[in-house]
């Protein structure tokens, strides 16, 4: 990895140093190693057995990633191409969808904005890369992969007689939720968008979906609030994928305060 030849060409010595300066600052009780290498996935642990730390390049590739995002404006880490906005998904739903039962306590009511503006740009740029855990913080207020819609727009698609066909994805892990969602928190890990995660999600869409191969359901993907990265994450897993994605961004801070109708959870069994 890039990132890899970067330290070992340019950081080793002052990692070293910083290393062995902690070392003289603190007491183990016994010897501990710190191994910087790739390992495939976004990670760092430490093994007790062994006495080493396993810090990922990966890992540092994401986060450094990030933060130029954040405070270089870039996207995914590169620069920007002649300003050209993010593709969007789909924003009609696909012709010819299987029919599935409408989710139950639709909310009988327009909301109204919340109190507080559900698409205000928090300074976070998009990016095709997951956010780390713990999935904490601001969010941008566009999406590179799907449509970012607010919860007047929610509502007017779950209320659309002349369609039915959309599967709601929770990932806040909250208690309560909108009615006939699904609570997926896994849905908005971390990791990357070619990893083993992926092919579960996507198979437990087909699933629920009762499509096979198809991607032609339109998704709702919802999470706690607009400082819930977990469901940007779903959004862009979903969407790489070519599932036609609608992230509401304000989430069920937003539902909850236009005083909309939550239900219980449901099992994954339901």
């Known amino acids: 990895r890039r990132i890899g030849n970067l330290f070992a060409n340019n950081l080793s010595e002052a990692i070293t140093n910083n290393i062995k300066l902690l070392g003289q600052t603190y007491v183990l009780p016994r010897p501990v ?50 300003g050209a906005a993010p593709q969007q998904a789909p924003q009609q739903a696909p012709q010819q969808q299987p029919r599935q039962q409408p989710p139950a306590g639709q909310p009988q009511r327009a909301p109204g904005n919340g109190g507080f503006d559900e698409l205000q740009d928090s300074g976070v740029p998009p990016t095709t890369l997951l956010f780390s855990a713990p999935y904490k913080g601001p969010t941008p207020n566009s999406h590179p992969r799907a449509k970012v819609i607010t919860t007047k727009d929610v509502v007017a698609l779950l209320t659309d007689e002349k369609n039915k066909n959309f599967l709601v994805i929770d990932t ?99």
Not at 39 to 48: E, F, I, Q, V
Not at 53 to 71: G, K, P
Not at 209 to 238: F, Q, W
């Open 33 to 82: 190693n710190v191994v910087f290498k790739d390992c495939g996935k976004l990670n760092a642990w430490y093994s007790p057995r062994e006495g080493s730390i396993t810090m990922c390049y990966e890992l540092i590739e994401n986060i450094a990633v990030m933060i130029s995002d954040i405070e270089m404006g870039t996207v995914g880490g590169e620069p920007k191409q002649g």
């Open 172 to 270: 806040s892990g909250l208690r309560d939720t909108i009615p006939g969602a699904f609570p997926l928190s896994d849905a908005g890990s971390d990791g990357s968008v070619t990893d083993q995660m992926q092919e579960a999600f996507d198979s437990w869409l087909h699933k629920k979906t009762g499509t096979e191969k198809e991607h032609n359901v339109p998704l709702i993907i919802v999470g706690a609030g607009m400082n819930d990265r977990s469901s940007y994450n779903a959004a862009l897993r979903a969407g790489m994928m070519g599932w036609p994605v609608y992230w509401y961004r304000g989430g069920m801070e937003a539902w909850l305060a236009n005083g909309l109708p939550t239900a219980p959870v449901k099992s994954q069994g339901q």
